[in-house]
């Protein structure tokens, strides 16, 4: 009997812990504060902006890595594309596009973008996809989680990322 109760104990003591980890739906605030932030002027193999979609089913090989796509664009239009830790893709944007990218991100305005929390069940939770953004700007990193902020997708900033992101794939 002594056994058992210090075996519950401990359950109750690990469930304790457990809890203290288990992510809530409390919308995070994107960083910078400050609306309108402009895209990063660093080096030019820095990043400009990144796209990473995780969560689904699919077919990898072993050792590889699970469903993920990484779409990362640098300062200088480089662009990678990686999908389920395959080989890399990569070729450079056009100008027009860069310039598009960089107005896009310097317009947007980001602390009211993260000011909209997503309520729903995250899809990574049944096998779906969920991307996360990360904008690059002279104010810091601006990372945005499909489910912890509801991306519009009518936003131009992120339909310009789709678009992106279908070209890569197809590069």
Request: net charge negative; proline share 8%; with cysteine.
């Given at each position: 009997?002594?056994h058992?109760?210090?075996?519950?104990?401990?359950l109750?003591?690990?469930a304790?812990?457990?809890?203290?980890d288990?992510?809530?739906?409390t919308p995070?605030q994107?960083e910078?504060?400050?609306?309108?932030?402009?895209?990063?002027?660093g080096?030019?193999n820095?990043?400009l902006?990144?796209?990473?979609?995780?969560?689904g089913?699919c077919?990898?090989d072993?050792g590889?890595?699970?469903?993920?796509?990484?779409?990362?664009?640098?300062?200088d239009g480089?662009?990678?594309?990686?999908?389920?830790?395959?080989e890399?893709k990569?070729?450079?944007l056009q100008?027009?596009?860069?310039?598009?990218?960089?107005q896009?991100?310097?317009?947007?305005?980001?602390?009211?973008?993260?000011a909209t929390?997503?309520?729903?069940?995250?899809?990574?939770?049944?096998?779906g996809?969920?991307?996360?953004?990360?904008?690059y700007t002279?104010?810091?990193?601006?990372?945005?989680?499909a489910?912890?902020?509801?991306?519009?997708?009518?936003?131009?900033?992120?339909?310009?990322?789709?678009?992106?992101?279908?070209?890569?794939?197809?590069a």
């Open positions: 009997m002594k058992l109760f210090v075996c519950l104990l401990c109750v003591a690990l304790a812990c457990g809890a203290a288990t992510p809530t739906n995070v994107a910078p504060t400050q609306p309108a932030a402009e895209p990063a002027a080096a030019p820095d990043p902006a990144e796209m990473v979609i995780t969560g089913m077919i990898v072993e590889k890595g699970g469903c993920e796509t990484a779409l990362t664009i640098r300062n480089t662009t990678t594309y990686v999908q389920n830790g395959g890399p990569t070729f450079t100008s027009e596009q860069l310039r598009s990218l960089r896009q991100i310097a317009s947007a305005d980001f602390p009211t973008i993260a929390p997503f309520t729903d069940t995250c899809p990574r939770a049944f096998d996809q969920a991307a996360t953004y990360t904008f002279d104010a810091g990193s601006v990372s945005l989680d489910c912890e902020t509801a991306i519009d997708p009518a936003h131009p900033l992120f339909q310009l990322m789709q678009q992106l992101l279908e070209q890569a794939s197809q």
